[in-house]
């Protein structure tokens, strides 16, 4: 069984930090794309930053400069380093892994696999 588990999610002030974790079994991370996304009220689900296998990231402009994606795939564990955290940031991030399509590197659509999400709250 495939399972992928967000953690380090929680309750931080604007201009703070955090790191989000992403776990993973019954998979091996080193054979395919990862990315974390995220899900305001009122819109979809969007890729905030991905990383293809190969080691290519991408960033979603709202996050460039303040997100960091990383991956070690020996330990099959992802990273999401946040910092200058804004309260707009608040949602439930969701870690995934799937196939790495260059031209869309961030569609959901292409992740296959999904954690359950972790709550990201940052108050002002």
């Known amino acids: 069984e495939v399972q992928l588990v967000e953690s380090g999610g929680g309750l931080v002030q604007a201009g703070g930090s955090l790191r989000l974790s992403c776990s993973a079994s019954?998979?091996?991370?080193?054979?395919?794309?990862l990315g974390w996304f995220r899900q305001l009220p009122g819109e979809a689900r969007a890729g905030i930053a991905t990383i293809s296998s190969a080691g290519e990231t991408f960033y979603a402009g709202s996050v460039v400069g303040r997100f960091t994606i990383s991956r070690d795939n020996a330990k099959n564990v992802m990273y999401l380093e946040m910092s200058s955290l804004l309260p707009e940031d608040t949602a439930v991030y969701y870690c995934?892994?799937?196939?790495?399509?260059?031209?869309?590197?961030?569609?959901?659509?292409?992740?296959?696999?999904w954690g359950r999400g972790t709550q990201v709250t940052v108050s002002s």
């Open positions: 995934a892994a799937g196939e790495f399509v260059p031209a869309t590197p961030m569609l959901p659509l292409w992740f296959n696999f």
């Open positions: 019954g998979l091996a991370f080193g054979d395919y794309a």
